[in-house]
T-cell receptor, first 113, second 115 residues
């Protein structure tokens, strides 16, 4: 069955520190992978996506993610976080034949000043 | 210009009432979705329409009825509202083209509170 696991419910980092949010997926074919961000009281905004090609994907707001097929992972990274990055982050997976994508349960990012 | 818009943004109502939420997208997409986000932020897909045809119908109480008058609009009507229906409802759209889990673009959400 298709699934997405985000092992960390909450993560706290200091402003200016680096960030890595973990995402593991289970999918029977080549996955399409997404990271979305949800700021408080807002809708979901696409940060980046992986369909094929280069396994290191660049996104908006300075985020990047790396697809590792051998580890079934698609971790999100940012070299230096800003206070405005405090939000809920969702990883999602789908596929070529799928009409829907499956979301993880989210990771809440807190930023310390 | 707002790509995916929803109305109303907030909805407070009594148990037993009937209410509707509307969604419109101006991205030219052919597929639209309804999601429910509970208090723990878990996103659950409810329905999806492609060119006015229902293509996803998850296990949702039949008090919930979607309607898509055209591919740019998707509405959600809820009958006999219950306390457990309190949640944020998101609309999203994508371009299905020849297949694939294409990128979904989300609306700002409708915050429903049932008293």
């Amino acid at each position: 069955a298709q699934s997405v696991t985000q092992p960390d419910i909450h993560i706290t980092v200091s402003e200016g520190a680096s960030l890595e949010l973990r995402c593991n997926y289970s999918y029977g074919a080549t996955p399409y992978l997404f990271w979305y961000v949800q700021s408080p009281g807002q809708g979901l905004q696409l940060l980046l996506k992986y369909f094929s090609g280069d396994t290191l994907v660049q996104g908006i707001k300075g985020f990047e993610a790396e697809f590792k097929r051998s580890q079934s992972s698609f971790n999100l990274r940012k070299p230096s976080v800003h206070w405005s990055d405090a939000a809920e982050y969702f990883c999602a997976v789908g596929g070529w034949r799928d009409d829907k994508i499956i979301f993880g349960k989210g990771t809440r990012l807190h930023i310390l000043p | 210009d707002t790509a995916v818009s929803q109305t109303p943004k907030y909805l407070v109502t009594q148990m037993g009432n009937d209410k509707s939420i509307k969604c419109e997208q101006n991205l030219g997409h052919d597929t639209m979705y309804w999601y429910k986000q509970d208090s723990k932020k878990f996103l659950k897909i409810m329905f999806s329409y492609n060119n006015k045809e229902l293509i996803i119908n998850e296990t949702v109480p039949n008090r919930f009825s979607p309607k898509s008058p055209d591919k740019a609009h998707l509405n959600l009507h809820i009958n006999s509202l219950e306390l457990g229906d309190s949640a944020v409802y998101f609309c999203a759209s994508s371009q299905r083209t020849s297949g694939g889990a294409k990128t979904q673009y989300f609306g700002p959400g409708t915050r429903l509170l049932v008293l």
